[in-house]
């Protein structure tokens, strides 16, 4: 039902304003985002198309366009829009729009029907971008962008629920149990996204057990822009050596038999002391909402970086894949929620990996990355 996460690159920049009158009769770039295959340039007034000045630099082949009696609406040179843009601030009345590719093209720029404060121009198809060969202007590009990342204070909090607690054992597989093994894989993850500069909540620190609304009552409180929940599978005896594997959900009324059953088997707990009407309104609130978009894409995110550091020393764990399920303990959350099922300990196999420190290192690490990805894709799509 859902399309993957970029049909098309999409990395969207938007720039302050300044006021206008500042620059007389100076017009302002505000927003460069990359759609569809063109750079989608806007300005805080009606472009002046005489006022840009055309032209291209060999070695490698570069498309620059000059806009006059312009500024770049925020001080601060945007991140990058993919390989092969650049835009800048060239002299105090320039900005200057660079498109770099392999081989020569033909870019085409006209002014979109519906605004005259916009301006397009279409880029090199994707195998034209020059990849490797960075200039060297590129490369002092590019430094000190990957330096603000990785120490960057970031303001977005991040809550991590641990799954079950107290009484409530959760999944019991060879005499070990879920509530112990998702509290110690949430302690990783919390240490992993401090490590990051984020600000971080575990709504269990402890083997206690706690009720749905105590879950999801901290991401209120502390403005949480994320709410992950962990836990861990398991399955019959049956058919214990055939289920194995990384999954993960986000909420959404699903007819999938397996996601409605394994939602079954987490929503139990919670549920008790809930009553039904109370319950169809909190999902009735929920379901269809734009979380559910947001979710998705966070959980794509997660899902994707755990599976990329499980399987950096463990070929062989199975991707269960991203699926949507009505798990109740995401429906009180009005930020994107995803539960992940790390793994079923059900399974002699992967239960052994899941309670060793190495993997769950691997887990917590995919889980951080993911989620400090989706975030940063979050922030490129929306007004600074
Ligand atoms: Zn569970």
Redesign the pocket.
Known sequence: MFRGRYPVLVFFITLFFFSPSLFGGMNSMTKALVKKGELRLSFAHPLDTKKIRHFTLPNPHREIYDFKEMKLAHSRVPLGLGNNVRIAQNNANTVRVVIESKSPFKPTAYQPLFSKASYHISLPRKSAYLQKDFTPAKQAYAKPREQKVTRQHHTEVIVIDA??GGHDS??IGGGKR?KDL?LAISRKVTKQLKKRGFPVYLTRSSDRFLKLHERTRIADRKDAKVFISI??NAIAQSKRDKMHGIETFFLQNTRDERSQRIAAR?NEAVLKGTDRVSKNVIIDSVLNGPKIVESNKLAIDIHKRMMANARSLYRDVKDGGVRHAPFYVLVGASRPSVLIEVGYISHPKERKRLFSAEYQNLLAKGIAEGIENYLRNRRREIDL
Do not use: N
Request: no cysteine; hydrophobic share 35%; aromatic share 0%.
């Open positions: 799954g079950h959760g999944a879920e998702v836990h861990a987490e």
